[in-house]
């Protein structure tokens, strides 16, 4: 059996817009193509993966638990869109600004590749065909230290038409082609 690859997703910044700290529903907004992107990925035999630092919880705004049952509300959004998020993988530790235990230089905080080497064993990934979607250089520096095949910075913007936060014109398409390449096709999709 081939290796499965994954689309690896940041979180603020990417899935939504990043307003500091979003850990309410109330001040989660969606960033448009989202949900398209991650419904072609699922079609292309890819897995979804969240990547996310979470230095809310290291700092203390609010709890490891809270995070937890905000992403459940995360991913039941995806779902009632037909989209999925396969697995989430988040770092609480900040290595200066941690309270308590979250006060930690660890290996799992962005740069550092440990998420995405975690997803590896969890999931038996083929990280060299697999793609990350990051909006900052850290997301970026952790893909390619973990040796992601692909690895795009994003930025959303605010679309003009719809005024609604929209990733810039021509990336989504971008990552739908890399997603449909034959290449990414498993045999039994
Ligand atoms: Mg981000
Ligand atoms: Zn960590």
């Given at each position: ?47 979804n993966v969240v990547v996310t630092n979470q230095a809310g919880i290291a700092r203390g705004h609010y709890a490891e638990s809270q995070f937890l049952a905000y992403m459940d ?64 250089g850290s997301d970026i520096g952790a893909g390619e230290a973990a040796g992601v095949g692909t690895c795009l ?37």
């Amino acid at each position: 059996m081939t290796a499965r690859r994954a689309l690896f997703l940041d979180k603020d910044g990417v899935i939504n817009v990043d307003h500091g700290y979003v850990c309410t529903p109330e001040r989660t907004d969606f960033i448009d193509g989202i949900f398209d992107l991650c419904r072609a990925s699922t079609r292309n035999g890819f897995l979804n993966v969240v990547v996310t630092n979470q230095a809310g919880i290291a700092r203390g705004h609010y709890a490891e638990s809270q995070f937890l049952a905000y992403m459940d509300w995360v991913r039941s959004e995806f779902r009632k869109r037909d989209a999925r998020l396969d697995a989430v993988y988040y770092c609480p530790h900040h290595p200066v600004h941690g309270i308590g235990d979250y006060l930690r230089d660890c290996e799992c905080r962005k740069p550092k590749p440990g998420m995405l080497l975690a997803a590896q064993r969890d999931l038996g990934l083929d990280l060299g065909g697999s793609i990350l979607i990051g909006d900052s250089g850290s997301d970026i520096g952790a893909g390619e230290a973990a040796g992601v095949g692909t690895c795009l910075r994003v930025a959303a913007i605010m679309d003009q038409a719809t005024m609604r936060p929209a990733f810039a014109a021509g990336t989504l398409q971008h990552v739908l082609t890399l997603l449909e390449h034959d290449d990414a096709r498993p045999a039994d999709a």
